[in-house]
Each structure stands twice: as structure tokens, then as C-alpha cells.
């Protein structure tokens, strides 16, 4: 094997190798905390996580569709894709 680069079969390996050892420490922790208090309930707030995606995804469509009609404007103000067809 090469001294060079790593090849791809080394970093799947140490993908998952990290993937795995961050999947025993979750896992340890929850048994540690579910042995030490008992189970308890998840509980979501899905109102607030709602509001929160939809306040997201709104920035996300302007800050998307914002730059890219300023792009397409002509320095002119006539439409920059009208000779492309």
C-alpha cells in the first residue's frame, strides 16, 4: 500500500468507526441516566418547533430569492435573460 493520500476504504472506515463510537457513548450515557432516575417521557414542544421552521424556512426563501433576482436584473432594469432564448 502507498504512503500517499489515504484511499476511500480508509475514510469509510473511519466514518464509521467515529459513527460507531459516538453511537456507544449516546448509548451508555441514556443507560447510565435510565439505570440512575428511571424512564422518562420525551416531551416536544411542537408548536414552538413548528413556528421555528416555518420562521427558518422563511428567511431561507429570501435570502435565496432576494440575491438572485438582484443578479438577473440588467443595470438598465431590463431583464437580463430576454436575448437568451
Known amino acids: 500500500m502507498s504512503r500517499g493520500r489515504p484511499g476511500w ?3 469509510i472506515t473511519r466514518a464509521a468507526g467515529g459513527g460507531h463510537g459516538r453511537a ?9 441516566l ?3 432516575v ?8 411542537w408548536e ?3 413556528t421555528l421552521a416555518a420562521a427558518c ?3 431561507a426563501l429570501t435570502a435565496a430569492v432576494l440575491p438572485a433576482a438582484l443578479a438577473l436584473r440588467g443595470r ?7 436575448g437568451a432564448a
Not at 456507544?24 to 447510565?32: F, L, T
Not at 428511571?38 to 414542544?45: E, L, Q, R, S
Not at 438598465?76 to 430576454?82: H, Q, T, V
Open 76 to 82: 438598465d432594469g431590463e431583464d437580463i435573460l430576454r
Open 9 to 11: 476504504w480508509t475514510w
Open 24 to 32: 456507544d457513548g449516546v448509548g451508555g450515557s441514556w443507560a447510565a
Open 48 to 50: 414552538a418547533m413548528g
Open 38 to 45: 428511571g424512564p422518562t417521557p420525551a416531551v416536544v414542544p
Open 34 to 36: 435510565t439505570r440512575l
Open 57 to 59: 424556512a422563511a428567511i
